[in-house]
Every structure is written in structure tokens, then in C-alpha cells.
């Protein structure tokens, strides 16, 4: 089983970037796939989610308006299109899948984000 995030870097606030998760070794389209960040000092925050089925999207307040997640069943990807960026969006962001009925639970290995102000 394998995530990959990809598309991390250096950004001036206002711009963007786009994260990709890349999924191999399990049942993807089966998968809720989540994005995560954590920022030093603070805990693991839980930034935005795309369900299995029919993609439904829950958002965390600090990114509704400016972050877009959707997935590519075919390519096994879900991407994380970040808009409008704030150095305090600045974070390792992680990509998590999780199975059906919770059973399984895997994360990637994270790549980092830094917004300058």
C-alpha cells in the first residue's frame, strides 16, 4: 500500500499550488480519501475530505472558498487544488485513506507547504 503526495513548495500568499495523492495497493474508489496538515508546534488538522461514492466533499472552515479536493478513481488520485493562499495555510499536508466501515487507515508521507507573507 502506498500514498504519494506531490506538488508541495514555496508560494507568496495569494498564490497557489496544487497537491496530488497518488494510490496504489488497495481498492481506491472504495477509499475516503482525506487531507490533513499539521503545522509546527500544532496538532494534526483535518483540512478537507472527498467520500467514495459520488464524491461528496466536506471542507474546514479555515480553507472553505479557497481549497478544492477531487479525485480521479481512474488514476487512483485525488488532488488538493489550494487558491488564495496564507502563510498560515504553511504545513506538512498528509494524504489518509480510509476503508470502508474504518477498517483500514493509511497515510502518506507528506510533503511540505510554506506560504510567504
Known amino acids: 500500500v502506498q500514498l504519494v503526495e506531490s506538488g508541495g513548495g514555496l508560494v507568496q500568499a495569494g498564490g497557489s499550488l496544487r497537491l496530488s495523492c497518488a494510490a496504489s495497493?488497495?481498492?481506491?474508489?472504495?477509499?475516503?480519501i482525506r487531507w490533513f496538515r499539521q503545522a509546527p508546534g500544532k496538532e494534526r488538522e483535518l483540512v478537507a475530505r472527498?467520500?467514495?461514492?459520488?464524491?461528496?466533499?466536506n471542507y474546514a472552515d479555515s480553507v472553505k472558498g479557497r481549497f478544492t479536493i477531487s479525485r480521479d478513481n481512474a488514476k487512483n488520485t485525488v488532488y488538493l487544488q489550494m487558491n488564495s493562499l496564507k502563510p498560515e495555510d504553511t504545513a506538512v499536508y498528509y494524504c489518509?485513506?480510509?476503508?470502508?466501515?474504518?477498517?483500514?487507515?493509511?497515510w502518506g508521507q507528506g510533503t511540505q507547504v510554506t506560504v510567504s507573507s
Open positions: 495497493g488497495f481498492t481506491f474508489s472504495s477509499y475516503a
Open positions: 489518509n485513506a480510509l476503508g470502508p466501515l474504518y477498517a483500514n487507515d493509511y
Open positions: 472527498i467520500h467514495s461514492a459520488g464524491g461528496r466533499t
